[in-house]
């Protein structure tokens, strides 16, 4: 499942910037801090990739118990 994003532009006198906002879901599901470092990652020009400078451990999920009969 994907989540669509506008890019916005900010134009300051002689400076520009560009913004990418994305959901707060996304933010919430990553565990994503106020003020975290991240950083883009250019594969190609149709792949960005947003990763962690610090990096966390992956989600494990717990072995389901046996049923027994």
């Known amino acids: ?4 994003v506008k890019i916005q532009r900010v134009d300051r006198g002689a400076t520009k910037s ?3 906002n994305f959901p ?3 933010a919430e599901a990553s565990k994503i ?3 975290e470092d991240m950083e883009w990652v250019i594969e190609d020009k149709n792949t960005f990739v947003l990763q962690r400078v610090k990096k966390i451990e992956p989600r494990t999920s717990k072995p389901m118990p046996l049923k027994k009969k």
């Open 18 to 20: 560009f913004y990418v």
């Open 1 to 4: 499942m994907g989540y669509k």
């Open 33 to 35: 801090e106020k003020g």
């Open 24 to 26: 707060a879901a996304v």
